[in-house]
């Protein structure tokens, strides 16, 4: 059974933590999936990725392609991971099950910290997910380094 961990961001944004989180996730030769909401802030993080620096490209590609379940890391809205995903990173609320949890070898939920709604759907996955028997970590940036807080 995976475990899902939680990342308050409130030191840097999504599109620097992002990248180090996915870096580590390849590093453990893992396939990640990465789901968010709005297709066009996928779009988004996918020309940011591109445009990181080129000693740190981290392979991917958009979901729809004909390439999916080649990529390493996809950038996805879809529930499916066609590219056979061993870790799930929701960003901007996007939903993720108990189900996929259990499945996966870990679920990196992001969320801005400095966003009121963000912050109450982070709390309600975290009360649905850990109320389902789900392994829960809460990680803060707030003191400039990654902490882990919270653990259930």
Not at 21 to 31: Q, V
Not at 37 to 60: N, Q, Y
Request: net charge negative; glycine share 10%.
């Amino acid at each position: 059974m995976g475990v899902a961990m939680f990342y308050h961001l409130t030191q840097r944004p999504l599109e620097e933590t992002l990248p180090m989180l996915l870096e580590k996730s390849l590093a453990a030769g893992w396939r990640v999936a990465v789901r968010g909401v709005d297709p066009g802030r996928l779009d988004w993080l996918d020309e940011r990725l591109w445009l990181g620096p080129e000693e740190g490209f981290l392979p991917h590609g958009r979901a729809g392609g004909a390439h999916d379940a080649q990529q390493p890391i996809l950038l996805t809205e879809r529930a499916d991971l066609p590219n056979g995903a061993s870790c799930l990173m929701s960003v901007d609320g996007a939903e993720v099950s108990a189900e996929e949890v259990a499945q996966m070898e870990r679920v990196c939920i992001l969320f801005d910290g400095m966003d009121e709604r963000a912050l109450t759907q982070a709390r309600g996955q975290w009360r649905a997910l850990t109320g389902a028997g789900c392994t829960a970590q809460y990680w803060s940036e707030e003191s400039g380094r990654w902490e882990k807080k919270a653990e259930s």
